[in-house]
C-alpha cells in the first residue's frame, strides 16, 4: 500500500507449546513479545517469494509479517507452525517446551504510517 512503510525489526523466534515467543537477541531470556497461535487462522508464504523467505501470520485483528535467512529454514518455521496450529485445532495439548524447530532470527514487520512509498529494509 501507498503510504505504509513496513519497518523491519530483527526478532529470534521459539516456538513454544501454543505461542510464537520473540526476542531481541538469540541468547535473550526477555521476551519482547508473543503470537498466540490458536488467533492465527492462516499461514501464508506470498506468490513470487524466491529470494526474500518471507511469510505472513494471518490473525483476525492483524498480519504478521516474517522473514527468514534461508529456504530451508522458511520451510521449518511454516511446517512446524502449521503442524502447531493443526494440533490445536484437533484439541491435541502441546508441550510446553521449546519446539525443536531452529531458533534462528527472523524480521518481523510493523507497518507504520508515512508519507512516502512502500519500502522495506531487512537487516542481515
Not at 507452525?81 to 524447530?101: C, E, M, N, V, Y
Request: glycine share 4%.
Amino acid at each position: 500500500d501507498k503510504g505504509i512503510t513496513k519497518i523491519w525489526r530483527m526478532r529470534w523466534f521459539r516456538l513454544q507449546g501454543d505461542k510464537l515467543l520473540y526476542f531481541r537477541s538469540e541468547d535473550s531470556e526477555q521476551l519482547s513479545g508473543m503470537i498466540d497461535l490458536r488467533l492465527v487462522t492462516d499461514v501464508v508464504i506470498p506468490p513470487g517469494n524466491q529470494k526474500s523467505f518471507v511469510f505472513q501470520l494471518h490473525t483476525a485483528s492483524r498480519v504478521y509479517f516474517l522473514n527468514v535467512e534461508k529456504s530451508k529454514h522458511l520451510d521449518y518455521w511454516v511446517n512446524g507452525i502449521k503442524s502447531a496450529l493443526d494440533r490445536i485445532r484437533s484439541g491435541i495439548p502441546l508441550s510446553s517446551s521449546t519446539s525443536s524447530l531452529p531458533s534462528l532470527f527472523s524480521s518481523f514487520d510493523s507497518p507504520s504510517p508515512s508519507p512516502s512509498s512502500s519500502s522495506s529494509s531487512h537487516l542481515d
